[in-house]
């Protein structure tokens, strides 16, 4: 992959540094990007990377690298051949839904359009990290035989997965008179497997809790296909969570991290997603989703643990003083978002620096924890509430 790992004490948002570090239990796992949209130099196994062509392995899955990953796979992706198609299923294990093509209203196009930007986005990630075992890459080499294989093959299968549901996403689109979403380029922020499997355990985490918001929107937009939508939605939704125990089985936490998982939006995911992982520039028809990309906001405190404390952010700014009127809100499981006080604000070099309190024992705010800065205090009774008031955003802790 290649994935280079950074300072990620930026939860999902710009780059904050350049300096490679470890993530560790606790910590906001997806680095930022600066506000210039600068990335960083890539890095596999410490040294910098030469790109690597595409080619085949296990059977028929796809592996690349390269830096920045690029598109198209060597079987067409994201355009599939029938016969390509084929392939894919077996691979992933099934197939996609084959009922007719629902008809959809603009706002849940829009979550079809979100969903495609994603899911090709994990296809490339998906893709690097298995060209990375398969072909042992310093730091994400298994010496164990048996459990190497038992990482392939889910790898294989994963990579596939997304495949559908990257290619499903876009039918949909097409079926509606709109464009298929089109590949960016993406660079990825981990040298060795642990941190690469911590960081598709929050990415999937925050794909879990949007995807939750694509069905709520197909519930108040009373589309006539949405009773037809929402189950495959759920059907993704536990699929993604499959996945998820399998990242933080390998890495020695329990498979499910709350009995309620945490609720995100679609604002929050495009956001963190342009943050975090794509190439600048590089998407050809970004501009035809409709959602905004929010300023970074960083996780300055890492790792975070679980317990009471203050916790250390910041975002870039272009005033002297500290802003006044904001608050810092948590998301976390189906709870009421809480509204913590910005404390100890700082600027210095454009950028504001401030603590807000992380209530973790009242809460028990284990898990997927995000974190926005707002223009004001709410109340807010929802993630999508959160959203609409959000200056700077997601801040992404992880607390298990």
Known sequence: MSTKRIAIGAAMVGLAAATPMAVRRGEAPWSSQSASGVAPTSIVGGRPFQSVPSGASAGGAQIKSGNPFSFPLDNGFPTLSDDAIKVVNVLAHGTEPNGPPPTLQEDDLTSFQLIAFNEIFEVAFFTDLLFNVTTDVDGFTIEDLKLRQTVIDALVAIQAQEELHADNANAVLSNNHKDPIL??????????LSTALDLAATFTDVVMGTLQDVQ???????????PNVVPIIGSVIGQEGEQTGFFRNFNGKIPSAKPFLTRSSREFAFSALNQNFVVKNSCPNIDTIKL???????????????????????????????PTGLSLVLINGQNVPIVEEVQNAVVRDGVATFQANFPHDEYVLDGLTIAALTKSAGPFASAEDVAKATIAGPGLIEVN
């Not at 590949?183 to 060795?192: D, I, K, L, V």
């Not at 519930?219 to 296909?225: I, P």
């Not at 300023?295 to 643990?305: A, D, F, G, K, S």
């Open 216 to 226: 709520l929107h197909l519930a108040l937009n009373n589309a006539a296909d949405g």
């Open 183 to 192: 590949p960016c380029q993406y660079q990825f922020p981990t040298t060795n």
């Open 292 to 322: 905004p990309i929010f300023l970074p906001l960083t996780v300055n405190t890492m790792p975070v643990q679980p317990k009471n404390q203050l916790i250390s952010f910041s975002v870039v700014v272009d005033k002297p003083a500290p």
